[in-house]
């Protein structure tokens, strides 16, 4: 495409600095071939296909059809699964030697399985069923025989005491079926009914009462618990049950007593009256039920079976029934031709992968024996390209770091090259301690060296975050033991691992040496900060004044870069008017002021000036032409500082004015060409897009200025609040030594004064927990959040635009990762 | 070991690791010129750290003062 321009020629273009160059392309595929040419395209995943028929609903759509297939398919599947998961199954992936089937001997086959599944669960369910009728029952038999054979015996046992004493006495336990006259005289009996069943134990107070209610005292309820649990054969669940046996007179009674029974779920089993009847019913039922069991568990082997061979293709299936739905959903975007013979194709595709997808066109339609080839074509267009970035395993998660921002615009500088580097320096910047890091990257090591493994598992949520960060970790990890190394903490604790401090007593005696202090006796210390500083009462100051000038300096060095990137940006894009209107006074005004400031701390430390640099650059406002006295630096510096301060002034107008008016003239030129001739501005037109997404045919001018405005404000001020912001750097480096310091010096060496080992241990164990738990995993996350802040805002903010939006393929690697 | 000579074997580092990432994995000019970018990043990075604090060190204005207990 005509806008393939390199970032200047003399180097090739860098990866991940900028997006891939991508085009438009328009397929014609013939409907014969389509779905191959789909399944073809989305195995190799390089095109974002549009959707060319949005005004249409889901269903009005080709291919409704087929999806409608997919859907059905997959809701059988969902039920293999289910039934799987309830056998205990586990859908094993084993080498798939089976031949691939086709999307409909699919569909039947799932059917047929289906239907069959169904079935078995029925009978298996109706079998289940009568299998616990019997077994409730055998259990009724056996209790309510129980009553009887009780009620029996001690009326008989009561009917030869009533014999041998001949007494009216009645005990209140005479049950009421072996009342004297009954047993003595059978023909006189009362016909008694009863009713025997099981009732659930919960509802088996509230049955009585119902029953001696409704039949106004007139029955005589037995119940005993059950110990075991009963499978009731209604809901199949376990419950506890009584079985209960009703005795009652008369049918108004009984017809009453079976309401009640239906209404309280109590299953009701006839028992036989007479004794020998009942041991015979139970011998009789308990054959039914081993005769039943067997049926069953042929039932279920036979279903295990089913499910297990299910089981061994489920995995494949699933992706099949993924993919096909995914081609017709693909397909269902493509628009019909007029001719109703071939499919229309729009997407977006890297340039990179034309040859891919062309040869992925051939060989679908030599597969599907197609007479007519697709067409392939690149189409020109005005549209804001999506923006893709190849990366890797490595790259990725920094690029992340960047896209949680925003995605950047296509093709403009990429964040993400730089943030590798400087964001975990940053990060190191305020974790400095080569101890911690050493710990990290122990941590870290552990789950790059166990990558395979944790890729494939399931994680927690805070586990797959750091596990997904492995390698911004290890980054990290590494340049903090490299800042730690500067500092010279190890777990607080200094070193002198490059050399002897350089500072030493002013005489052997060592008597000022904690008031007037050391003198430097040597060479400056050559690695890092001296040793010496350790522990005495000047540390923190002057660690306090190094890490702050520190902070400046780097943060002065990122601003630059990142206006320089800017600068990079504008030369791509061949925008003349952000270089001279925008790059060069924002660079003028920046280091005018700040980089001025930066040389100053520079040149204090080379000279060791005692220059108060607040009342220099104050000052330097204030009253520029006063003189500088014993604040002077260098000479020439009020001169110097005239001319930055004048130049500076000059950046603000310089930022603010011309813009919007060269803007305005460009546009001017552009509409008179359009008039002349239609083909060339639309052409100029198509540069002008790209030039500046934000700059449509209609021309605001109060529009662009106050952009313009607020982009100047912006930068004005954020010049020095950005500048201030970046002393974050000094604040958490400081708060970290001074908790580590703190850990080790009340925690550690006051256990260790005690001379006690269980005091030394318990000691061991707190500075331990308190190192991982606040060092490393607390102080860890906010300085990530801080130099995450320090990137997305201070860096990004001076030529990020970050509007773009994102190439999503359509692929298959991609939808067979996707969870269900 | 002055500041230069220090500066020096950064550079010398930087040069090396660049060479080596050459060597190493040598995977196309793009590439290639992402890894170098990386790597002087990084260096530049390292050494700006270095070299403030041994600037800062180098004409001490305060000096270590030690504590009463020692």
Same mark, same amino acid.
């Given at each position: 495409?005509a806008?393939?321009?390199?970032?200047?020629?003399?180097?090739?273009? %860098?990866?991940?600095?900028?997006?891939?160059?991508?085009?438009?392309?328009q397929?014609?595929?013939?409907?014969?071939?389509?779905?191959?040419?789909?399944?073809?395209?989305?195995?190799?995943?390089?095109?974002?296909?549009?959707?060319?028929?949005?005004?249409?609903?889901?269903?009005?759509?080709t291919?409704?059809?087929?999806?409608?297939?997919?859907?059905?398919?997959?809701?059988?599947?969902?039920?293999?699964?289910?039934?799987?998961s309830?056998?205990?199954?586990?859908?094993?992936?084993?080498?798939?030697?089976?031949?691939?089937?086709?999307?409909?001997?699919?569909?039947?086959?799932?059917?047929?399985?289906?239907?069959?599944?169904?079935?078995?669960?029925?009978?298996?369910?109706?079998?289940?069923?009568?299998?616990?009728?019997?077994?409730?029952?055998?259990?009724?038999?056996?209790k309510?025989?129980?009553?009887?054979?009780?009620?029996?015996?001690?009326?008989?046992?009561?009917?030869?005491e009533?014999?041998?004493?001949?007494?009216?006495?009645?005990?209140?336990?005479?049950?009421?079926?072996?009342?004297?006259?009954?047993?003595?005289?059978?023909?006189?009996?009362?016909?008694?009914?009863?009713?025997?069943?099981?009732?659930?134990?919960?509802?088996? %107070?509230a049955?009585?009462?119902?029953?001696?209610?409704?039949?106004?005292?007139?029955?005589?309820?037995?119940?005993?618990?059950v110990?075991e649990l009963?499978?009731?054969?209604v809901s199949?669940?376990?419950?506890?049950?009584?079985?209960?046996?009703?005795?009652?007179?008369?049918?108004?009674?009984?017809?009453?007593?079976?309401k009640?029974?239906?209404?309280f779920?109590?299953?009701?089993?006839?028992?036989?009256?007479?004794?020998?009847?009942?041991?015979?019913?139970?011998?009789?039922?308990?054959?039914?039920?081993?005769?039943?069991?067997?049926?069953?568990?042929?039932?279920?082997?036979?279903?295990?079976?089913?499910l297990?061979?299910?089981?061994?293709?489920?995995?494949?299936?699933?992706?099949l029934?993924r993919?096909?739905k995914?081609?017709?959903?693909?397909?269902?975007?493509l628009?019909?031709d007029?001719?109703?013979?071939?499919?229309?194709?729009?997407?977006?595709?890297?340039?990179?992968?034309?040859?891919?997808?062309?040869?992925?066109l051939?060989?679908?339609?030599?597969?599907?024996?197609s007479e007519?080839g697709?067409?392939?074509?690149?189409?020109?267009?005005?549209?804001?390209?999506?923006?893709?970035?190849?990366?890797?395993?490595?790259?990725?998660?920094?690029?992340?770091?960047?896209?949680a921002?925003?995605?950047?615009k296509?093709?403009?500088?990429?964040p993400?090259?730089?943030?590798?580097?400087?964001?975990?320096?940053?990060?190191?910047?305020?974790f400095?301690?080569?101890?911690?890091?050493?710990?990290?990257?122990?941590?870290?090591m552990?789950?790059?060296?166990?990558?395979?493994?944790?890729?494939?598992?399931?994680?927690?949520?805070?586990?797959?975050?750091?596990?997904?960060?492995?390698?911004?970790?290890f980054?990290?990890?590494?340049?903090?033991?490299?800042?730690?190394?500067?500092?010279?903490?190890?777990?607080s604790v200094?070193?002198?691992l490059?050399?002897?401090?350089?500072?030493?007593?002013?005489?052997?005696?060592?008597?000022?040496?904690?008031?007037?202090?050391?003198?430097?006796?040597?060479?400056?210390?050559?690695?890092?900060?001296?040793?010496?500083?350790?522990?005495?009462?000047?540390?923190?100051?002057?660690?306090?004044?190094?890490?702050?000038? %520190?902070?400046?300096?780097?943060?002065v060095?990122?601003?630059?870069?990142?206006?320089?990137?800017?600068?990079?940006?504008?030369?791509?894009?061949?925008?003349?008017?952000?270089?001279? @209107?925008?790059?060069?006074?924002?660079?003028?005004?920046?280091?005018?002021?700040?980089?001025?400031?930066?040389?100053?701390?520079?040149?204090?430390?080379?000279?060791?000036?005692?220059?108060?640099?607040?009342?220099?650059?104050?000052? %330097?406002?204030?009253?520029?032409?006063?003189e500088?006295?014993?604040?002077?630096?260098?000479?020439?510096?009020k001169?110097t500082?005239?001319?930055?301060?004048?130049?500076a002034?000059?950046?603000?107008?310089?930022?603010?004015?011309?813009?919007?008016?060269?803007?305005?003239?460009?546009?001017?030129?552009?509409?008179?060409?359009?008039?002349?001739?239609?083909?060339?501005?639309?052409? /100029?037109?198509?540069?002008?897009n790209?030039?500046? /997404?934000?700059?449509?045919?209609?021309?605001?001018?109060?529009?662009?200025?106050?952009?313009?405005?607020?982009?100047?404000?912006?930068?004005?001020l954020?010049?020095? /609040?950005n500048?201030?912001?970046?002393?974050r750097?000094?604040?958490?480096?400081?708060?970290?030594?001074?908790?580590?310091?703190?850990f080790?010096?009340?925690?550690?060496?006051?256990?260790?004064?005690?001379?006690?080992?269980?005091?030394?241990?318990?000691?061991?164990?707190?500075?331990?927990?308190?190192?991982?738990?606040?060092?490393?995993v607390?102080?860890?996350?906010?300085?990530?959040?801080?130099?995450?802040?320090?990137?997305?805002?201070?860096?990004?903010?001076?030529?990020?635009?970050?509007?773009?939006?994102k190439?999503?393929?359509?692929?298959?690697?991609?939808?067979?990762?996707?969870?269900? | 070991?002055?500041?230069?000579?220090?500066?020096?074997?950064?550079?010398?580092?930087?040069?090396?690791?660049?060479?080596?990432?050459?060597?190493?994995?040598?995977?196309g000019?793009?590439?290639?010129?992402?890894?170098?970018?990386?790597?002087?990043?990084?260096?530049?990075? @390292?050494?700006?750290?270095?070299?403030?604090?041994?600037?800062?060190?180098?004409?001490p204005?305060?000096?270590?003062?030690?504590?009463?207990?020692?």
């Open positions: 495409m806008e393939q321009t390199g970032g200047g020629g003399c180097c090739p273009p %860098m990866d991940l600095f900028r997006s891939e160059s991508m085009q438009l392309v397929i014609i595929i013939p409907n014969e071939s389509a779905h191959r040419t789909i399944d073809y395209l989305g195995e190799i995943g390089l095109i974002q296909f549009k959707d060319l028929n949005a005004e249409k609903s889901p269903f009005q759509r291919y409704a059809t087929q999806i409608k297939r997919c859907g059905e398919m997959a809701r059988k599947l969902r039920l293999f699964k289910e039934q799987m309830k056998a205990g199954l586990l859908s094993s992936s084993m080498s798939s030697t089976q031949v691939d089937l086709s999307f409909d001997d699919l569909e039947v086959k799932l059917g047929d399985l289906e239907s069959e599944l169904i079935e078995m669960n029925a009978n298996g369910d109706k079998l289940q069923r009568s299998y616990n009728e019997l077994m409730e029952y055998r259990l009724v038999l056996q309510s025989g129980e009553f009887f054979h009780k009620a029996q015996s001690s009326a008989e046992a009561q009917h030869r009533q014999a041998s004493h001949q007494t009216g006495e009645q005990s209140l336990e005479t049950p009421l079926l072996s009342d004297q006259d009954a047993v003595t005289d059978p023909s006189k009996q009362v016909k008694l009914g009863f009713i025997t069943g099981l009732v659930p134990r919960e509802k088996s %107070m049955f009585e009462r119902i029953l001696f209610r409704a039949t106004r005292g007139n029955v005589f309820l037995r119940q005993t618990v110990e009963v499978i009731d054969p199949g669940d376990k419950a506890e049950k009584n079985v209960f046996a009703v005795f009652f007179s008369g049918e108004r009674a009984k017809s009453k007593i079976l009640i029974c239906e209404a779920g109590a299953n009701r089993y006839s028992v036989p009256e007479d004794l020998g009847k009942q041991a015979q019913a139970i011998t009789e039922v308990s054959g039914r039920i081993s005769e039943l069991k067997m049926t069953i568990d042929a039932g279920l082997l036979h279903r295990g079976n089913l297990q061979s299910i089981g061994e293709q489920y995995d494949r299936w699933n992706i029934v993919k096909e995914s081609i017709y959903h693909t397909l269902n975007m628009s019909i007029v001719t109703k013979k071939c499919l229309v194709a729009e997407g977006w595709s890297p340039v990179f992968a034309t040859k891919q997808i062309q040869d992925a051939q060989r679908a339609t030599h597969d599907s024996n007519v697709a067409i392939f074509r690149v189409l020109r267009t005005r549209e804001m390209p999506p923006t893709y970035f190849r990366t890797n395993k490595f790259t990725n998660s920094f690029q992340e770091i960047v896209d921002y925003g995605v950047a296509y093709q403009e500088a990429n993400g090259v730089y943030t590798i580097v400087t964001f975990p320096f940053l990060f190191a910047v305020m400095g301690d080569w101890g911690h890091g050493i710990c990290l990257l122990l941590a870290t552990y789950f790059i060296l166990k990558e395979k493994k944790l890729s494939s598992q399931k994680l927690g949520d805070i586990m797959e975050m750091t596990f997904g960060g492995r390698y911004v970790i980054m990290m990890s590494l340049f903090s033991i490299y800042t730690g190394l500067i500092y010279n903490e190890f777990f200094p070193f002198e490059f050399g002897q401090s350089a500072y030493g007593c002013r005489d052997p005696s060592c008597r000022d040496s904690t008031s007037a202090g050391l003198i430097k006796v040597r060479d400056t210390y050559p690695f890092g900060v001296d040793p010496a500083w350790h522990g005495t009462r000047s540390e923190l100051p002057y660690l306090n004044s190094l890490k702050m000038k %520190m902070s400046i300096l780097l943060g060095a990122q601003m630059n870069l990142g206006i320089i990137l800017s600068f990079f940006n504008a030369l791509f894009f061949r925008n003349g008017v952000n270089i001279w @209107c925008q790059f060069v006074p924002q660079m003028i005004f920046l280091n005018a002021l700040f980089g001025y400031l930066s040389v100053l701390i520079i040149v204090k430390w080379c000279t060791g000036s005692k220059a108060d640099l607040y009342h220099v650059m104050i000052y %330097m406002f204030l009253s520029p032409t006063d500088l006295g014993e604040n002077q630096l260098f000479a020439g510096q001169i500082q005239l001319v930055l301060l004048l130049s002034l000059v950046a603000v107008p310089w930022m603010l004015f011309p813009k919007p008016f060269l803007l305005k003239a460009q546009h001017e030129r552009h509409q008179g060409q359009s008039y002349t001739a239609l083909q060339e501005a639309e052409e /100029s037109l198509m540069v002008e790209n030039d500046d /997404s934000g700059h449509h045919e209609e021309f605001e001018f109060s529009e662009i200025f106050v952009h313009q405005l607020i982009h100047t404000i912006e930068f004005v954020g010049a020095v /609040s500048t201030a912001s970046y002393l750097l000094w604040a958490l480096s400081l708060a970290h030594s001074e908790l580590s310091s703190v080790y010096e009340k925690v550690l060496i006051l256990a260790w004064g005690f001379n006690n080992v269980i005091i030394l241990i318990v000691g061991i164990i707190v500075f331990i927990f308190a190192t991982v738990g606040v060092l490393l607390m102080e860890t996350l906010s300085a990530f959040l801080h130099a995450l802040r320090l990137h997305w805002v201070e860096f990004q903010n001076k030529f990020y635009e970050g509007d773009g939006y190439f999503s393929p359509f692929s298959f690697t991609l939808i067979d990762g996707e969870d269900e | 070991m002055g500041f230069l000579v220090t500066t020096l074997i950064f550079v010398a580092i930087g040069v090396i690791a660049s060479l080596c990432a050459r060597i190493c994995c040598n995977r000019p793009s590439t290639n010129l992402l890894h170098l970018t990386l790597i002087i990043t990084a260096t530049v990075c @390292c050494w700006m750290m270095w070299a403030i604090v041994y600037l800062a060190q180098l004409k204005l305060i000096v270590p003062v030690l504590s009463e207990g020692e």
